[in-house]
């Protein structure tokens, strides 16, 4: 249950980034860090939480037309 929260918790900061960067809903913020993961065969939480961490996503970032 821990672990689900926390996973919860570092997708939201991943999205709220997003949102804020790229001026994106909740929504689209979501696609954009399913598309990285997909792209980049790394599960989202892993990816949400490289990007809450360091700012970046793990792979080339995506554009924010393509959402």
Do not use: C, W
């Amino acid at each position: 249950m821990r672990e689900a929260l926390a996973s919860r918790d570092v997708i939201g900061q991943a999205k709220g980034i997003l949102m804020e960067r790229y001026k994106l809903t909740a929504a689209e913020a979501f696609t954009l860090l399913a598309q990285a993961s997909s792209r980049s065969n790394i599960k989202l939480v892993n990816v949400a939480g490289h990007l809450a961490n360091t700012g970046n996503f793990p792979s080339p970032e995506p554009s924010s037309a393509s959402v």
